[in-house]
Every structure is written in C-alpha cells, then in structure tokens.
C-alpha cells in the first residue's frame, strides 16, 4: 500500500476554467480552458445530512442526504473578459453590459492546493454555473488597502468516464516536478486533447 500523505495544503494558484457541451460534456470546440491569476481564496461546501426513519419509538433506518455543492471564489481582480465568458455578458465596443436575460454558460474547473515539499492536489469541478458577483468599493484613506472580488457558482453530478456513478468533484495528487495525473484530470474533464491556457510555468 502507498503510503498516506498527511502534509496540509499551504496555499492555492491555477484556477482555470472552460466552456462545456451541456449534452456531451466536452470543451467547446470554439473554445480554450481559460486562466484567472491571482487566486486567493476557493471554498467548495459539500454538505450532508443524515435522515432517519422513526418507527418502535426507535430509529428504523438512516440515509444519506446530499445537499448542492456551491463554489465561493476569491481573486485579487477577476479581468471583465472572464466575467463576460462565465456570466454570459454581452459587450459592444468594449462595453460590457448586465442583463436579466444573461444566460451563464456550464463550464468545468480545475485549480491546485499546493504544499511545501513542492507537491500539488488538484481539485476538478466538472459541471457547474456562475452567478454574478457584487460590485463594491470603498473611499481610499491615509494608506492603500487593496479590494478582492468574490464569485459564486453552483455545482451538478456528471457522466465523467471511467466512474460507475455521476461526479461532482474530482482530486488527483501529483508529486513535484510531476503533473500526469493533473493531465488525465484535464482530459476527464474537458476530454482528449485538452490543455491548459496562459499557464506559466513558474506560477506566477
């Protein structure tokens, strides 16, 4: 058995992201699997519950409830062309505009938890929507405080090949200085062919 990895994740870089075939689930021939730098923060919500079935004054039986799976993203700046891409904005002459009847594109993701020793965990969502973001600012006072942008998306079960049952979200590990098993990932995700976009090799 290969040993158990009990290091902590340290940080988070390689958020990515591509439009899907809602039907075949594969990257839109028309499109490429985009970057959004400077990742800050990513929390996927997962939750579960357990039901229980009453009868006797005792419990019967117990199942498992699963709830959505919601993705809350925070970047240093998330650029208008990305928002336009996830959000189904439309612009006209570099304007880009809101509307009710935007319509957000599925899209799969893909972003890495990174360790000390140089290692990598990857972590796909293969089949979900964005929403909108909040517009904020705030008055600059005697120093510079930098804003953040938070994005929300919602995530759904989907054929990946290879699983018996329907995913939502999928983990691969590589060792460092490694990345096959974050290309299989790619694949599973955006199918053959597939690669990353605007990737920097040294992670900047």
């Known amino acids: 058995m290969a040993e158990k ?13 591509g439009e899907i075939d809602e039907s075949t689930n594969e990257l839109l021939a028309d499109k490429n699997i985009e970057r959004v730098k400077f990742l800050q923060t990513i929390n996927i919500e997962m939750p579960q519950e357990i039901v229980r079935a009453h009868g006797d004054n005792r419990t019967a039986e117990m199942a498992t409830s ?11 700046k998330i650029p208008l062309e990305d928002k336009e891409r ?29 360790y000390e020793d140089g290692s990598n965990e990857y972590v796909g969502l293969p089949k979900g929507l964005f929403t909108r973001p909040n517009v904020e600012g705030n ?53 053959e062919g597939a690669v990353l ?3 920097d090799p040294e992670g900047a």
Do not use: C
């Open 5 to 17: 990895i009990y290091r902590a994740s340290t940080g988070v870089d390689g958020f990515y992201y």
């Open 66 to 76: 699963s709830g959505d799976i919601t993705v809350t993203s925070g970047f240093h």
């Open 86 to 114: 996830l959000l189904g904005w439309e612009k006209v002459e570099e304007i880009y505009s809101v509307g009710s009847n935007d319509i957000s594109p599925y899209v799969a993701v893909i972003f890495t938890r990174t």
């Open 139 to 191: 008055t600059k006072e005697d120093s510079v405080e930098f804003s953040s942008e938070e994005i929300e998306a919602q995530f759904m079960d989907r054929k990946v090949e290879g699983f018996s049952e329907d995913k939502s979200v999928l983990f691969a590990v590589d060792k460092k200085g490694e990345t096959s098993n974050r290309d299989k990932l790619i694949t599973l995700l955006f199918g």
């Open 197 to 199: 976009d605007n990737e």
